[in-house]
Structures are given as structure tokens and as C-alpha cells.
């Protein structure tokens, strides 16, 4: 058990609705990753909070969005829902978020996403 | 852009023989880190091997990172069924625009056959 937890672990709606995927990190860890993976593109890094601040963004839609709560939980926000947008979206956190070395992630157990 | 691409994409042995998966990637990097996923789970950390260290060490796994080279070694010594997995290699680095990114490759599969 990695102590980072996300929810829901299935999801199944239908193209043109929203889901809210949620991460709680592990207990201390200040940052917050967001990846999405599919079978024909790997793992894809979408966005990195460090303490309630956006640190860094990857291959994020516009369509998506994401958050940092004061209490450090996460949320991602996927809107307007394509095909396309069915993954596997994993949270992952670690202590640092700044500096030379952030170190050793820790992975949740994902989200997993059907568009039908 | 991919920064670590692992070679090769899918290794399949027997079990109680050892496994050898390589990274190789483009630009200078602070660290390197391996990763396993266990089919549809949450990757989990192996081991992070720093710029400036050569080899490392934990259990069964060894890791070695040649920066001339700019290339990177996993190796499962005498492998189980329970290696069996994608391993992925990540590289850390900082991006022109001056923040921090991990990277992620695509993995290798890894299966071991009992």
C-alpha cells in the first residue's frame, strides 16, 4: 500500500458528460502528479501541484483541469469527454516538489476511465 | 518528447535466469528512477540512482547508469514469476523553462515464465 488514495477506481459515462477524479496523497507529501496512461501512448505526465500551487504542466488538455486543496487532496477535472479520453489517470506524491532531487514517487492505484 | 526509451519493449525468460532491460535518453539528467507496474496497478518504486553514481544495489535488482553514454541498466538477477511486470526507467531533469519534469519511457514487459 503506497498511502495515496484515489477514487473512483472505475468510472463509465458517456462522450460529452464531466468526471472529477479525486487523489488524497500520502500522509506529509506536499506534491501532487497527475498522469494519464494509455495503451498506445505510455504514461503521460498532465500536471504537478507542489503545496496548493501548480508547479509544472505536461501534455494537459485544455478540456481538463486540476487543483490543489489546502488540505493537499487533489482533483482532476475532465470535461467535454471523448473516446479518446478512456485511461487509465494515475495521482502520484511525493515530499519535495522543489529543488534538485524530487525524489521517489508514490503511485495510487488509478482511475479507471471508459468513454462509451 | 519521450526522454528514456526502454529497449527492448517486451523480454519474456525463464524463471531462476536473470533479466537486463536498458534506458537510453537525449538530454542531461539529475537522476534516473525505475519503476514496476504490475498489470493495470500502480507503478512502484524501485530504485533512483543520482548523476553522478555509477552502480547500485537492492536485493536482486542492480542498476548502473553510464552518462557519456547517456544510457541506463536494470538487471533481475535470478528472476521469479512474480518479476513478472513492466518495468519503466524515469528520468529527472530540469527543463529549459527551469522546472523540474520526470519522464516517463514506455517500459519494458517483462513476463517469466515458471
Known amino acids: 500500500d503506497s498511502g495515496v488514495t484515489q477514487t473512483p477506481k472505475h468510472l463509465i459515462t458517456a462522450t460529452g458528460q464531466r468526471v472529477t477524479l479525486r487523489c488524497s496523497p500520502r500522509?506529509?507529501?506536499?506534491?501532487v502528479y497527475w498522469y494519464q496512461q494509455s495503451l498506445d501512448q505510455g504514461l503521460q505526465f498532465l500536471i504537478q501541484?507542489?503545496?496548493?500551487?501548480?508547479?509544472a504542466k505536461g501534455n494537459i488538455l485544455e478540456r481538463f483541469s486540476a487543483q490543489q486543496f489546502p488540505d493537499l487532496h487533489s482533483e482532476l477535472n475532465l470535461s467535454s469527454l471523448e473516446l479518446g479520453d478512456s485511461a487509465l489517470y494515475f495521482c502520484?506524491?511525493?515530499?519535495?516538489?522543489?529543488?534538485?532531487?524530487?525524489?521517489?514517487?508514490?503511485f495510487g492505484e488509478g482511475s479507471r476511465l471508459t468513454v462509451l | 518528447s519521450q526522454q528514456g526509451e526502454e529497449d527492448p519493449q517486451a523480454l519474456s525468460i525463464q524463471e531462476g535466469e536473470n533479466a537486463t532491460m536498458n534506458c537510453s535518453y537525449k538530454t542531461s539528467i539529475n537522476n534516473l528512477q525505475w519503476y514496476r507496474q504490475n498489470s493495470g496497478r500502480g507503478l512502484v518504486h524501485l530504485i533512483l540512482?543520482?548523476?553522478?553514481?555509477r552502480e547500485k544495489h537492492s536485493g536482486r535488482l542492480r542498476v548502473t547508469l553510464d552518462t557519456s553514454k547517456k544510457s541506463s541498466s536494470l538487471l533481475i538477477t535470478a528472476s521469479r514469476a512474480a518479476d513478472t511486470a513492466s518495468y519503466f526507467c524515469?528520468?529527472?531533469?530540469?527543463?529549459?523553462?527551469?522546472?523540474?519534469?520526470?519522464?516517463f519511457g514506455k517500459g519494458t514487459k517483462l513476463s517469466v515464465i515458471p
Open positions: 501541484y507542489y503545496n496548493g500551487e501548480e508547479r
Open positions: 540512482i543520482r548523476s553522478n553514481e
Open positions: 500522509s506529509g507529501d506536499l506534491s
Open positions: 502520484a506524491s511525493s515530499v519535495r516538489g522543489r529543488g534538485i532531487d524530487s525524489g521517489e514517487l508514490f
Open positions: 524515469v528520468t529527472g531533469a530540469y527543463s529549459g523553462a527551469g522546472s523540474y519534469q520526470l519522464t
